[in-house]
């Protein structure tokens, strides 16, 4: 049997991830690329990697390769993965899957060209849990669905000294909190309430005007140094929406929440019942009824079997984020070998789905108006 082979460019905190996933899916990761030879170097060697690349354009272009992993700083995203699809590969690119819509809407049509698998790793639909949920709102159980709502909290740049590549709009795109966290929130209960947003209004909140500007490392806190710089950028956003299918809802992001590390949470409020899931206690899924509280455990012998698909692990034996991952990227790989998409792989249609939702979001809050979400294509089969 011939292995697929993986190539990652960008080993930070996600590029690691995905190595990892890529290997237990099966493939043989045949190099990566940083954002020096030198960084790339050490990089394949930490990761086990066949080989580093003098950078990611090298990486993109290597006929070697069947599928690239693009991690790196959003502002890459589009050149990248655009060069990937041109040069015949498979692609899961990050969110955002571009600075905007408009790129966004390049790589979908790219990738419909190219008939090549391409993924956005929402990677939070492959918890058992979140499956479980969104099967009982398909089947009924839930009833008609009146509210959505939730929060996706962290803390990691509460403070002046907190800096990231991700502070900058010409590397993170004009959004940041929303864009970056905020898509995750938005996929994930578009995914799971079947509804689509049609409208939002939003509230941004820069509550640090100025910030280290040598960045540090994601999620490391006071990794900042250097000079101070005005941020352009959001800390946090609150939105209201409408949902296509009668539904209203709101959410609260944030990057400057104390105490709050990956806080995504979501409820959704049916006419039979309510659920609510948590990010960071995913093992079990709140279902509220008036006359019963039922907490449902990622059991797979009890799950749907949609749900149960992913509960590798038998219950009491927590699975959590890595295992999503590792769900996401097998169920990728499996679709570039069935050459057609597994349901339910996030594309890079839901990638333009979040950014025609975060365009809509600044245009709100800079217009302090509600703001239609522009409608994106039906997504092409591949
Ligand atoms: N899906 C998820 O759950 C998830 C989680 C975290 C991050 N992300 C996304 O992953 C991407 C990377 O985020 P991160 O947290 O890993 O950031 P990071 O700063 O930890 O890593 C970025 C990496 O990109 C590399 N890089 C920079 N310029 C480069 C270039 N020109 N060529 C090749 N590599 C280059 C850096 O060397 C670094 O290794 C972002 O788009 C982010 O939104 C997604």
Request: aromatic fraction near 6%; glycine fraction near 8%.
């Amino acid at each position: 049997m011939t292995l697929l082979r993986a190539a990652i460019a960008g080993t930070g905190f996600i590029g690691t991830v995905h190595a990892r996933s890529a290997r237990l899916a099966g493939a043989r990761l045949v190099g990566v690329a940083a954002s020096t030879p030198e960084s790339a170097q050490a990089a394949a060697v930490e990761l086990g990697a066949e080989r580093h690349y003098a950078s990611a354009e090298e990486l993109v272009g290597d006929p070697d390769v069947d599928v690239v992993h693009v991690c790196t700083p959003n502002h890459l995203h589009l050149p990248l993965a655009e060069a990937a699809l041109a040069a015949g590969k498979h692609v899961i690119c990050e969110k955002p899957l571009a600075l905007d819509a408009a790129g966004a809407q390049r790589l979908v049509d790219a990738a419909a060209e190219s008939r090549r698998q391409a993924a956005v790793p929402f990677v939070y639909r492959y918890y058992p849990t979140v499956r479980e949920a969104r099967e009982r709102v398909a089947n009924g159980q839930t009833g008609a669905l009146r509210l959505v709502h939730g929060t996706y909290l962290q803390d990691w740049l509460l403070r002046a000294g907190d800096a990231n590549w991700r502070v900058d709009e010409q590397l993170g795109g004009a959004s940041r909190a929303f864009a970056d966290i905020g898509s995750h929130w938005c996929d994930l209960a578009e995914f799971v309430s079947g509804h689509r947003i049609e409208r939002v209004s939003a509230r941004l909140l820069t509550a640090v005007p100025e910030r280290a500007s040598e960045a540090g490392h994601a999620f490391a806190t006071a990794a900042g140094g250097g000079e101070l710089r005005q941020v352009t950028t959001e800390d946090a956003a609150l939105v209201q929406f409408e949902t296509d299918a009668g539904a209203i809802g709101s959410v609260v992001i944030s990057q400057i929440s104390a105490g709050r590390k990956n806080r995504l949470w979501i409820e959704l409020d049916g006419t039979e019942e309510a659920l609510a899931f948590d990010q960071e206690h995913p093992e079990e899924l709140w279902c509220g009824k008036r006359e019963l509280l039922t907490i449902v455990r990622r059991d797979p012998t009890t799950l749907s079997p949609g749900a149960a698909r992913f509960a590798t692990l038998p219950a009491g034996h927590p699975q959590g984020y890595a295992d999503c991952f590792d769900a996401f990227v097998a169920d990728v790989y499996e679709g570039i070998a069935a050459g057609s998409t597994i349901a339910g792989t996030p594309t890079f249609a839901d990638g333009l789905r979040a950014a025609l939702i975060t365009d809509a979001v600044l245009t709100s809050a800079r217009e302090e108006r509600w703001v239609d979400v522009a409608a994106s294509p039906a997504a092409v089969a591949t």
